[in-house]
């Protein structure tokens, strides 16, 4: 085994033996499961884009990035504040093993606790015979985990200590859960028309999670909930050049935050 798996293997042992990952994984579980009783014994079962499909969603984008970003950084930062990090540069381990290796452990992680969760969520579920297992959900799941697994490598990269770290990670959380509604609504107040409608879809590219919540709603089938305005940037998107599309722009968030940690490490290694 080469010293690349072995680092990516002792990562996520470190990652496994983490609180903060069990407190997720519960948390997660909890959470679905209830919205999940709720749904089977107090709504009626439907394909459409429900409050039992939204909540699911927004369960989700609140919960993953929390954890994955702050988990993360915090991962990073403390390699840096202990100084394992320095005590790694003298081992011949090139810096993307470094960080590739904390990404993956990482995605591993959170990937397995996000099964766990589905796969109880699925034996509830069984109980109806209308049910049906949410594929696109599980997708776009997976999507967010790898999105902030690598914010977070760039957060903790930045940071020289974990209290910093944790900072950080909180501010970049809010920016793109709460902040970012904000400056659409002020968006909505000064702009209108199509000014308004060209703003509102580039910062839905800028902000990963508007992103996964786009590309739910536009690849589970219910595109109308844009509503007629955005007919074009949905009929688009659900063409076979928007899936190439939204899968670019999505690689473009997993790739471009690893590359700027490693130029941040290799100027941290060279100070």
């Known amino acids: 085994m080469n010293k690349g798996k072995m680092f990516i293997l002792s990562e996520m042992k470190k ?43 927004n369960v989700l984008l609140f919960l993953l990035p929390l954890f994955t970003l702050t988990m993360g950084a915090l991962s990073m ?15 011949p381990i090139k810096m993307r093993t470094y960080t590739w290796g904390k990404f993956l452990a990482l995605v591993g992680s959170f990937t397995v606790m996000v099964l766990i969760g589905y796969g109880l969520v699925l034996v509830v579920s069984s109980l109806n015979i209308g049910s049906e297992l949410d ?53 909505g107040s000064l702009l209108s028309g199509t000014l308004l409608k060209t703003v509102i879809i580039i910062m839905t590219f800028i902000n990963p999670v508007e992103w996964v919540r786009t590309g739910y709603i536009l690849y589970s089938g219910n595109a109308t909930v844009l509503g007629p305005v955005y007919y074009d940037f949905a009929s688009f998107f659900q063409s076979s050049w928007g899936v190439v599309t939204y899968i670019l722009v999505t690689a473009l968030w997993v790739s471009a935050p690893m590359v700027l940690s490693n130029v941040i490490l290799k100027r941290k290694e060279g100070s």
């Open 15 to 57: 990652m496994a033996r983490t609180k903060s990952l069990l407190i997720f994984g519960i948390l997660l579980t909890v959470l679905l499961l209830a919205i999940t009783m709720v749904q089977l014994f107090a709504m009626p079962v439907t394909s459409s884009y429900t409050r039992f499909s939204a909540s699911f969603l």
């Open 77 to 91: 930062a403390s390699d840096i504040e202990s100084k394992w990090f320095a005590l790694l540069k003298t081992y």
């Open 135 to 187: 594929y696109v959900l599980i997708l776009l799941s997976f999507v967010t985990i790898v999105v902030f697994s690598s914010i977070s490598i760039v957060v903790g990269s930045l940071s020289n200590n974990r209290i910093q770290s944790l900072s950080l990670a909180l501010g970049v959380w809010a920016f793109f859960l709460l902040i970012y509604d904000y400056l659409i609504m002020a968006a």
